[in-house]
């Protein structure tokens, strides 16, 4: 199994930047595709940006260019770097790991709300 743990949400202005953590532990060896999926209210699920363990990456097409998924695999850890914030970037940012032989794993969740 693996386990995953996020931070860094929090308030902050339109035009200001957050950025969130995802530590996984267990069996991270198998971990392949990390992700960061995002939840507004009322509104789907949606992916925002995922990452490869060989760093290849994939955007949505609203937060491309604010918004940064990195990966370091030495401390089995993604993160989003997001600048220049928008209110409609206000969700509930989940992070999900793609785990070979074991499915999708998902974190609890981090609230990031974006006033104007």
């Known amino acids: 199994q693996v386990q995953l743990v996020e931070s860094g949400g929090g308030l902050v202005q339109a035009g200001g930047s957050l950025r969130l953590s995802c530590a996984a532990t267990?069996?991270?060896?198998?971990?392949?595709?990390m992700g960061w999926y995002r939840q507004a209210p009322g509104k789907q699920r949606e992916l925002v940006a995922a990452?490869?363990?060989?760093?290849?990456?994939n955007y949505a097409d609203s937060v491309n260019g604010r918004l940064t998924i990195s990966r370091d695999n030495a401390k089995n850890t993604v993160y989003l770097q997001m600048n220049s914030l928008k209110p409609e970037d206000t969700a509930v940012y989940y992070c999900?790991?793609?785990?070979?032989?074991?499915?999708?794993?998902w974190g609890q969740g981090t609230q990031v709300t974006v006033s104007s």
């Open positions: 999900k790991a793609e785990v070979s032989f074991a499915g999708d794993y």
């Open positions: 267990g069996i991270i060896s198998r971990v392949n595709v």
């Open positions: 990452i490869t363990r060989s760093g290849r990456t």
